[in-house]
């Protein structure tokens, strides 16, 4: 850091076990590549390829080694294995995260429908050739699970070999774990960490008012998906109390 | 494309007839024109430098040949014709369009008000010295036009010689084609196509629900205006159904 | 300019007394501060490294060099200097600003609370050491000034020292000057603007609607804070009224 302050929230470092922060490249030239890791290289611990987004992003092989070579794991998102699955080309998918080197994959259901069963079998086979990420909560916004029903996903996903299961929401932060409005829903978050243990959840949270939320409820050290490449250095000042929006969170509790 | 996912919509390829992309580039510096074209070259098929925004673009002949030596026809925005409209200097706006080399003029009444005859005599003259866009739609909330209102407009202007006319959004999306909630109106725009070929229209659709809408409305080769630059990946993914908002309206189509 | 327009509102030239643009840079990588002053540089006046943003900011003296030798004056936001009062680290922010050669700080109380003389007395320190730029208004959305308590307040905070005093809103602009719903309190505005030298004023607004309100009231010459990098252009535009927005509003007064 810059300059010495006082006072300020403990800060994990990478590699962290939890404090993760998970960025959403969207389709950033090499060039914005290397901007993003000077500035935010040592606060970004996973980056993911949005959705399907390196199906049409050109250079890709090189965009992987320029966040490889900043030690940054990268994945594809998960809205991508669903279009392999969905088009009956599993096999496919597993040899394209072959040739592409990837040790990462994210398992997702937010646009298919596939048994539980079915998904976690998926789960357990992919992490055997990567680290498998798992995703929990539809993008369709008449899906609404109760809180055990989560639970009960997230623990068996664990179970069949994930990583670290995401707390589903969409790019707009409107589905998932938020109501329409983008508020977080309180009663089921808190359900959920009553049983599955914190740092093996990504909360999506693209959103400003959601990162502080998340913070002030967990702590500095909660695990954030879904942050834009340009909200990194912000969201790392509000993990530290050091953004008006959490600045007298983590004094009042010293 | 850098991996083969059976059963994706037919896309055209550049240079498209229709399905076209156009840009709206309202202040990126040379090297984020490079990085726009190292990404989004291949889809984006036309540029707009926004509204007047090349008045006070430094740099401007270096960024139009960026643009031109990539083979992406770039314009200045609608609203810089009618600058020069309403202080009574359109043979300087003709003297400037040949001193850029300018390929592409667009003509529109977004801000001032003149008899469309004059309108159309604008397309005509202009016509004879570069290819002509021309929008209907006023940027004035109060101003809604009837349907066949918008038909004749757009037919008078093709026929003025305008090579595709473009309905009118603001840059925010809540004019013209819009309600004020961002919503499209979806009759005018059923009503339209019933008179209008959809290849010569080209729909300000800057919002994502809106891409999505026109393109589960027309199919993957929408012509779609009005995107933002980091956008243009994100809204080919659309276009293909692979990201979640139209991953299932292309499936079910098969 | 690039050509030609007349019957342009005058604009004032760098280095300005008034017309000021206030640039807020939450986290940009060197190379983008090259371009960001290549597109902006003629019409930015002075930089602020967002709140604490400093802190985790990579690379910062190289940064600060950048803008200096462009020569535009930068400086730290107002929620540092708090991150250090609060913890009675005072005399090592002074030092901060000494071992970065900054010539300009922030002095607000947006976050914590202090009485106003305190305040005032920190001003008046500090203007000794650099050019001292005061905030007034809460962060908090529960703290609404009267509007003799606003002009009281950017009156003594001049007396103090004050090179210029910033009317409060946060980047998202929902507080201070501002209502929730983001439009900007009128009587307010008008009533300071009986008592303040409007040039002596820095109105945050970070939004378009607010700028162009701004612009209305005041003129193409308003001081204008908090503006994202990419919107100088834009807002350069809006003053000279060759957006839509603001296209009328000028051409009407002559």
């Not at 470092?13 to 404090?19: C, L, N, Q, S, T």
């Not at 993003?36 to 970004?44: D, Q, R, S």
């Not at 394209?96 to 596939?114: C, H």
């Not at 809180?147 to 589905?175: D, F, H, Q």
């Amino acid at each position: 850091m810059n300059y010495r302050l006082n006072n300020l929230p403990e800060r994990t470092v990478k590699p962290r076990g939890k404090g993760l922060t998970m960025v959403m490249d969207k389709g950033l030239s090499l060039r914005e590549v290397e901007d993003f890791i000077e500035v935010a290289g040592a606060h970004a611990d996973i980056v993911k390829l949005g959705w399907s987004t390196s199906f049409v992003t050109p250079k890709l092989k090189e965009k992987l080694k320029l966040y490889r070579d900043a030690d940054i794991p990268v994945y594809f998102g998960g809205t991508l294995f669903e279009a392999f699955v969905i088009r009956n080309q599993f096999d496919e998918y597993q040899r394209v995260l072959d040739e592409y080197d990837m040790r990462f994959a994210e398992v997702s259901d937010g646009s298919i429908e596939i048994p539980h069963e079915v998904k976690c079998q998926y789960i357990s086979k992919l992490s055997e050739q990567v680290t498998v990420i798992s995703e929990v909560g539809s993008k369709d916004e008449k899906k609404i699970f109760a809180p055990y029903k989560w639970i009960n996903l997230m623990r068996a996903e664990i179970e069949a070999g994930s990583w670290k299961v995401i707390a589903e929401a969409r790019e707009g932060g409107n589905v998932g774990i938020y109501r329409d409005s983008g508020e977080v829903r309180q009663g089921l978050v808190d359900e959920i960490l009553t049983q599955i243990p914190e740092e093996t959840i990504i909360w999506e949270a693209p959103q400003k008012a959601q990162q502080v939320w998340f913070i002030e409820l967990i702590g500095a050290n909660v695990n954030l998906g879904n942050i834009a490449p340009a909200e990194v250095i912000p969201l790392e000042t509000i993990r530290l109390g050091l953004r008006g929006d959490t600045f007298n969170h983590f004094l009042n509790k010293k």
